[in-house]
């Protein structure tokens, strides 16, 4: 058999290797880590101060590499507690109501693989409610007993649907790699015998 007939009877299986490469985009599975999740959300205008930032990671994190601040707008840091951290979650409790704003979260994060991931993005509180005063003036009716307080501080986490899916996109990927490269054996030791 000749060399041309066998590269022609080969394209096919390269062709096919090579869209596969091209077509199915990498994953995070298989690179570093990253931000997968945020509460507040990137952008996010709260109409409540947050009780706590909560930041979700699609690796676990090191507990002792990893920093959460809130700053307001002109970078002072607002109080906080030490990142508590349960696997890919690192969480601060925010120690004073924010007010009227925009905050910057920043993250600096060790993953267990050892591979740092810094970040940071930006989020407003926008209570409507008026501001307290420290001392009622006389003139001021007294409050009622049936004020109503509104839930939630802060907008639930987002779902980063897209980070469950790749990985499955990155098996199925790989698997049709594999099986091309073994194909192209099998075709190859064949012509041979």
């Known amino acids: 058999m000749s060399t041309v007939t066998t590269r022609v009877r080969l394209r096919p299986l390269l062709v096919l290797a090579a869209l596969l490469l091209v077509l199915v985009p ?7 880590n990253a931000l997968a999740e945020a509460s507040p959300a990137k952008g996010a205008t709260l109409k409540e101060s ?60 060790v993953s267990t693989d050892g591979h740092p991931v810094k970040g ?16 009622p003036s006389e003139a001021a009716p007294a409050p009622t007993a049936s004020a109503t307080t509104t839930s939630a501080a802060s907008p639930p986490l987002l779902a980063a649907e897209e980070s469950s899916n790749t990985a499955v996109y990155g098996l199925v990927a790989g698997i049709a790699v594999a099986l091309a490269a073994v194909a192209t054996f099998l075709f190859i030791r064949r012509r041979k015998a």
Do not use: C
Request: aromatic letters at 8%; hydrophobic letters at 40%.
């Open 26 to 32: 990498g994953t995070p599975a298989w690179a570093h």
């Open 50 to 109: 947050p009780a706590e930032v909560r930041l979700r990671f699609l690796q676990k994190l090191d507990p002792d590499h990893t920093t959460i601040t809130v700053s307001d707008a002109g970078g002072a840091k607002m109080a906080t507690s030490a990142p508590k951290v349960n696997g890919a979650t690192g969480t601060v409790t925010v120690g004073e109501p924010l007010a009227n704003g925009v905050y910057t979260v920043a993250y600096q994060v």
């Open 120 to 135: 940071s993005y930006e989020f407003t509180v926008d209570d409507p409610a008026p501001p307290v005063s420290a001392a």
